[in-house]
């Protein structure tokens, strides 16, 4: 069984920097591709970045130049660095698997800017 565990996140001033990551409980080689989401209150759950086995990335135009995903093989870590944060960063960022055909979702972890 395939878990994700998301942590790091907090709340931090606008202009700030958080580092979540996102423990996999196997090989993150088996994934096709992981990322990161994130959902605010009353909004739809949004891809924030994508990572594939190739190492190629993927942003939201809002975050671009500001955050950046990388993943760690040896250890089956992802991350997601998120520099000069803003208050519309504030949302619950759900780590993110795909293993064809499944989706895999990690519980979320709260990150909340505030101005």
């Known amino acids: 069984q395939v878990q994700l565990v998301e942590s790091g996140g907090g709340l931090v001033q606008a202009g700030g920097s958080l580092r979540l990551s996102c423990a996999a409980s196997g090989s993150i080689f088996s994934f096709n591709a992981m990322g990161w989401y994130r959902q605010a209150p009353g909004k739809q759950r949004e891809l924030v970045a994508r990572?594939?086995?190739?190492?190629?990335?993927d942003y939201l135009d809002s975050v671009k130049g500001r955050f950046t995903i990388s993943r760690d093989n040896a250890k089956n870590m992802v991350y997601l660095q998120m520099n000069t944060l803003k208050p519309e960063d504030t949302a619950v960022y759900y780590c993110?698997?795909?293993?064809?055909?499944?989706?895999?979702w990690g519980q979320g972890t709260q990150v909340t800017v505030s101005s």
């Open positions: 990572i594939t086995s190739d190492g190629i990335t």
């Open positions: 993110h698997g795909y293993i064809f055909p499944r989706n895999y």
